[in-house]
Every structure is written in C-alpha cells, then in structure tokens.
C-alpha cells in the first residue's frame, strides 16, 4: 500500500480516539500546569506560545500505560502533507478544532500571534486546495489555567470566558469559515468528564467512576456543567447572529453522541426504558435547544440536581440553533431497570434507570 495510506489512516484513527475519548478506562488524578517538566517540548503542545488544555494534563494521568498525545499525528507540523492527503483522498470538507489554549494561551485576554498565523495559513490552504473548513470551538479541551483557577466548566465564569474566545474565532476566521460547531458531543462530555472520570478533566466520586477519583462529585457535576456547555453555546450564537452573520452568512450548531436504541422486548416497561434513553442522551441537550427546558423525564430523576433555566435564559436558548452535528457510532438494546431509582445517591446514568446492552448480551 502506498505510504500515505498509513499517514491517513493514522490521521484518521488520531480523530476518531479524539471523538470516543470518554471511552478510555482510566481516571486522572489531581494534575495541574506543575506537574509538567520545565523542558517539556515535545511535539507541538507547547511549541509557539501553546499552553496546556485539560486534555494535557488527562493525557498525562497515566491512564494509558505511559502514553500521551505530546506528538499524536503531529498536525501541527504535517498539516501540509495532511491536507494533499486529503486530496487525494477527494474530501471535499473538513472539520477540526480549533485549540482555545493555542489561540488564547491565558484563557482569556490577548491573541498568540503564532497560533493565529497557524490557523490563518490552514484554513487558507484547505480553501486553496478546494476543502470547506468547519471549525470545532471546544472539544474538551478548556485552557488548564481555566480549570486551575476557577474550576474551568464548573463556574458560570467559563460561559463568559468561552464567547470571548469565540468572538475571537468569528472575528478572525469567519469570513472564511461559514461552519461552525460550538462543543463536540456535548453529552459525552459532560458525562464521560464529570459522571465517570473517564475522559478530560477525570472528575467523578463513588461508587460512580470507573475507577475512583480523586475529586468530583457525579451527582451533581455532569448537570452543572452540561448546563454551562448550553449556555455558552446559546450565547455564542446570539453573539454570532448579532454581530456577524449579516457580514459573514455563516451557520453556528452544536454536535452530540446519538446512539440509535431498540427495546430489549417489547413490553411496555423497555419501551419506557427505550424512551427515557433517548431522552437523557439526547433531549438532556436538544430539548432546551427545541423547547427552552429540560425533558420532564429528566427534571423527574434529577430533581434539585439539575439546574433550572431562568425565563429569559430560556428564551435565549431556545432555537439557538442553525443545525445539529450527530456523531453515531452503535446501536444499543434497552432494558428497564427500575431498582436504580431506589438508591438515595445517583448519577446520571442511574437517574436513567435502564440497561444499555450491545448485540442483546449485557454489557
């Protein structure tokens, strides 16, 4: 095969491990900006004025037997010979992220002008080369000084701080880039990030994490932060429909996991079960974005967990959206089970009462 064959597929395979992080088995423990060698180099993730993401310090938990995304497909340097791969390969699009902690290394204030030249001369040349950029704002990926100094999506302050950056991006980008996605698998994020550990920034308590954490609270957390992911998205696109989409004509959604259910069988309590699925992987996000509230099933199991959205947040969040970005990867059967609605302490994933099952065989 030829040689850019394996750069592809190692291209490719970067991607997708991006997309399905939450999937790792592992935990990081409490990991900050300290912990880093003063002579740390490698690769691109400090290189021109880069700071650290969460996904740095995740990335440098341990949880992969020593491995780390220092270097990962090295885009950064390659991203020339990515782009005549993709030529050859024919796309016609192309979406990636943009990375917060390169273009704002502080989180908030002023612009690295290396990171801005670097994002001016990629997009630049996928237009040159006939490919449609779309531009991903956040994919777990909050600047670590963020998460340092004020518990990065826990605090409404990262709602602020996220339009900022956007506006950045806007201002800078959009008279090229007409795509735009504000967070990838917002759900997952939420969950995998603060319900079970499992992806940036490792948060979780017990029994709930996959292996235990060292801080979180799984309770709580995945509620809180999932409604700051929805009102940073709402407001970046009020921001984008008030300032530039009369100038730039560009589109702004967000993108979520969708798993496709079926019922285990066809009674009537898995098919309840089937519903409730959907509802707290899908309508937890798309209802405020259709109907300005939580899925009533939701409020039910959550209770007081959940935030509620005043009237005017409400109003704001509701069809703020120019599309929806679905990432798919599998089809699970659904099985009721209500014991989990009798313990006192729940997570997200026991607020839903059920069991996922892949291929009809418990998992």
Known sequence: ??????????????????????????????????????EFVEGAALEDGRSFSIWDAYAHSGFCDGANGDIACDGYHKYKEDIKLMVDTG???????????????????SVNEKGLQ????????????????????????????????????????????????ADVCFREFGDRVLHWTTFNEANLYA???????????????????????????????????AHHFLLAHASTVRLYRE????????????????????PYTNTIQDVKATQRANDFYLGWFLNPLVKGDYPETVKKSAGNRIPTFTKLESQKIKGSFDFLG????????????????????????????????????SS
């Open 118 to 165: 670097f994002y001016n001369d990629f997009i630049n040349r996928l237009i040159a080369h006939g490919i449609q950029p779309h531009v991903t704002l956040n994919h777990i990926d909050l600047p670590l000084i963020l998460e340092d100094e004020y518990g990065g999506w826990l605090s409404r302050k990262s709602v602020k701080d996220f339009v900022a950056f």
């Open 191 to 225: 969950l995998g990030g603060y319900d079970t550990g499992s992806s940036p920034p490792g948060r979780c308590s017990s029994p709930f994490g996959y292996i235990n954490c060292s801080r979180g609270d799984s309770t709580h957390e995945p509620y809180l932060v």
């Open 91 to 109: 796309l016609e699009a192309f979406r990636f992220s943009i990375s917060w902690s390169r273009l704002i290394p502080n989180g908030r204030g």
């Open 1 to 38: 095969m030829p040689k850019y064959f394996f750069r592809l597929l190692a291209l490719a395979l970067v991607l997708v491990i991006g997309n399905v992080g939450f999937l790792a088995f592992g935990v990081a423990d409490e990991y900050g900006r300290d912990d880093f060698p003063a």
């Open 326 to 361: 679905i990432n798919h990867y599998t089809t699970l059967y659904i099985k009721d089970n209500p014991n989990d609605l009798e313990t006192d302490t729940r997570d997200v994933y026991a607020d839903m009462a059920l069991i996922c099952m892949y291929l009809a065989t």
């Open 243 to 262: 300032k530039y989409k009369a100038m730039q004509y560009g589109s702004v959604g967000i993108n979520l996991l969708a798993f496709w259910f079926e």
